[in-house]
């Protein structure tokens, strides 16, 4: 799981972990292999019920404390510094951040969309972009982007593409792959224009 290893490089010893919509809790178990105690949540209880056996059966059930909960609503937030957000939209993301008062020293997201959406309103929340990281799974780009506390004034490039990137490489990838997909849709939406009009102006560095 190259994205789910993406975050857990992003996480040190110092951090108390949140991984909300945990699913088979794949994190918590990486984690725990470092020897990190973190905290698991799903919305759905049998979710959390297969994760709670399945790390049982890995013997590191003892690292992970699990919670069925949507959002944070059943979560001790005081216990925990930094929120995982991997797999879920955008939506889904800040509707859960603009229900607590609790401020993150530490946020990282693998939204499944409109990225340019949870970069404005997560500066708008207090949060702002620490760096970002385009990963490559089974031949999907995905997006993470690392959040810390405080605001950035951002330009159109870093809303549409990102800020900081730290693979570059798999940014031009994607970029490119992102032109050749609206090649012919150019002139029919215009936030498609001036997304594909950014991306040919970009510079790399
Ligand atoms: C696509 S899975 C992602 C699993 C894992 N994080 C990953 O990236 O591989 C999304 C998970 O989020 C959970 N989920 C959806 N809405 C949620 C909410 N409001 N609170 C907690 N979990 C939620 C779903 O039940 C599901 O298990």
């Known amino acids: ?3 789910l290893e993406a975050i857990n490089n992003r996480i040190t010893l110092n951090d108390t972990v949140l991984d ?7 994190l918590g178990s990486m984690l725990a292999k470092r020897g990190i105690h973190s905290f698991a949540s799903d ?5 959390v019920k297969n994760a709670y056996e399945k790390a049982c059966n890995e013997k590191v059930n003892k690292y992970i404390t699990f919670i069925v909960s ?11 510094d930094t929120l995982v957000f991997a797999g879920m939209g955008t939506y889904t993301i800040l509707k859960i951040l603009k229900r607590t008062k609790k401020k993150f020293k530490k946020i990282i ?3 499944n969309n409109n990225h340019n959406i949870l970069r ?15 990963i490559k799974e089974n031949g999907k780009y995905y997006n993470l982007i690392e959040f810390k506390p405080g605001n950035s004034k951002y330009t159109k ?7 900081n990137h730290q693979n570059i490489g798999l940014l031009i990838e994607k970029n490119n792959y992102l032109l050749m997909k609206y090649k012919n849709l150019y002139d029919k939406s215009d936030s498609i224009k001036e997304l594909v009009d950014v991306i040919k102006n970009y510079k790399y560095n």
Do not use: F, P, W
């Open 120 to 134: 404005i309103n997560m500066n708008s929340l207090g949060y702002s972009i620490k760096e970002e990281e385009i």
């Open 109 to 111: 997201t693998i939204s």
């Open 43 to 47: 919305i759905k209880e049998n979710i």
């Open 157 to 163: 490039e870093e809303i549409l593409i990102g800020k």
């Open 1 to 3: 799981m190259i994205r």
């Open 70 to 80: 949507d959002g944070l609503d059943n979560v001790k937030v005081n216990e925990i």
């Open 20 to 26: 909300i919509g945990c699913d088979t809790a794949l």
